[in-house]
């Protein structure tokens, strides 16, 4: 493997700090399931890892019902489908974690990360975007926040610049009668990256007959995950029915831009973004009515 | 060149102090520097487990730790599994179910395995499958080894009676 420094500061500050120093020849290692693999493959080069695990604010995970989870960039998927309040209160964010590689990469693999490394076939992404998640983001002279259907730019690319850290993901409270879930399809069982991705989320009304708001997104037909707006928008104020469902997942379609390669035409994974939909949409309801 | 970093740490109870290059996975560190050899690099990519250690608690892919992370980490590797009255019972159960042909794959799939029942003695035929799919066996088939660590599971349940 190439030459590299390794940097583990102990406070934000120490991390804003190296990165205002070494810009773009740094790297920021979280779990490393995808950044050393690269660096080991000469897929990218840098002069420091910068390691964040042992930044408090990077690894803590908290929940209230006024504020919702605050989910510290470097928390690792295993310690977000074992708590019981966030299985109980973020069902497609649990669906992600248990679903992204194996128990080995969930020990290790997280959310942050996930988003950094801006592939378009994370699985993460539609569900923390179904959730309404945000990113927190510290620079050496500010912070700010992105809502994460804003976050990635292009395959690989997002809007952090080189001396910016993403610290922690907010996600909202949900409101009452709501359920989510994510739907990855696979060739087979497990251990394999997303043909095509897709996290929705729904609020139905008190008789649970209606849809209050609901919010789909998706992965692996474009070149960033994607919020598919209008499909949720389509489905606010609709009677709960196989055709509004249809019909939202015929709106999700025609947000996929896919390409086709070894995993999948184009073709295929436009038919697979309307399976999924409805298929996601099916269980977040059940998940509602369960809630 | 950076220079090598001095880390310490627990490797199966034993407190371990050794010098790395920041590049050096904690795969490399425990062959190469510590002459633990049990843990095999199969893939060196995080697809095929051969190279399993528990850190901390939890199942990881040694490749994909760097050496410097280890510090004030408790780890087990599969030397560690081994007791002092002789093979633990799920090395018992994989020789006499016959779960191993060549041999690369089965320290990791111990210790994989051993993480699953540390935390769930009881798990079902469908919860080890889940557990192993990190694992990658090109000899067995999977199915002789899904049936070593059920009958390592009966033999613990007795051990503890």
């Known amino acids: ?291 | 060149m950076p220079g090598k970093i001095q880390v310490n740490t627990t490797i199966n109870g034993e407190q371990i102090e050794f010098l790395c290059e920041p590049r050096q996975s904690l795969l490399e560190v425990l062959r190469d520097e510590l002459n633990l050899i049990g843990s095999k690099e199969g893939c060196n990519n995080g697809n095929c487990g051969a190279c399993n250690v528990i850190m901390n608690g939890l199942l990881v892919n040694s490749c994909l730790v760097l050496g410097p992370e280890a510090e004030g980490a408790l780890i087990e590797t599969i030397e560690g599994v081994m007791g002092p009255a002789g093979l633990h019972p799920l090395q018992q159960a994989f020789l006499e179910n016959a779960a191993l042909q060549c041999g690369i794959c089965t320290p990791g799939f111990i210790v994989a395995a051993k993480a699953l029942l540390d935390r769930n003695p009881h798990a079902t035929e469908a919860e080890i499958r889940h557990w192993c799919a990190g694992n990658l066996c090109r000899c067995t088939g999977y199915d002789k080894i899904i049936r070593a660590v059920l009958d390592a599971e009966s033999r613990l349940e007795v051990l503890k009676k």
């Open chain 1, 1 to 291: 493997m190439q030459t590299f420094e390794y940097a583990a500061p102990s406070t934000l500050q120490g991390a804003l700090a190296l990165l205002q120093v070494k810009g773009d020849r740094a790297r920021v290692l979280s779990g490393g399931t995808d950044l050393i693999v690269q660096v080991r493959e000469d897929r990218r080069h840098l002069d420091t890892m910068i390691d964040i695990k042992k930044i408090p604010e990077l690894i803590e995970m908290r929940y209230d019902p006024i504020h919702g989870l605050h989910l510290g960039a470097s928390v690792p998927c295993c310690r977000i489908y074992e708590d019981p309040i966030i299985q109980r209160t973020y069902p497609g964010l649990v669906d992600a974690a248990f679903l992204i590689g194996g128990i080995q990469i969930q020990s290790r693999a997280s959310f942050g990360g996930n988003l950094c490394n801006s592939s378009p076939a994370a699985d993460s992404i539609p569900a923390l975007i179904a959730h309404h998640a945000v990113c927190c983001i510290a620079g050496s002279e500010s912070t700010r926040k992105v809502p994460v259907e804003d976050f990635c730019t292009a395959p690989g690319k997002n809007v952090l610049s080189p001396t910016e850290l993403l610290v922690a993901l907010e996600v909202p409270p949900p409101p009452k009668h709501f359920g989510a879930s994510y739907l990855r399809f696979i060739p087979r069982n497990e251990m394999d990256i997303a043909v095509v991705g897709c996290g929705v989320s729904i609020e139905l009304s008190a008789d649970q007959l209606t849809c209050v708001r609901a919010r789909i997104a998706l992965g692996a037909v474009a070149p960033t995950p994607v919020l598919a707006k209008e499909a949720g928008l389509y489905l606010a104020g609709k009677r709960i029915s196989e055709e509004s469902i249809q019909k939202a997942a015929a709106s999700a379609q025609t947000v996929a831009h896919p390409i086709t390669d070894m995993r999948g035409t184009a073709e295929y994974r436009r038919h697979l973004v309307g399976v999924l939909t409805r298929r996601a949409l099916h269980s977040a309801i059940e998940r509602a009515k369960g809630a």
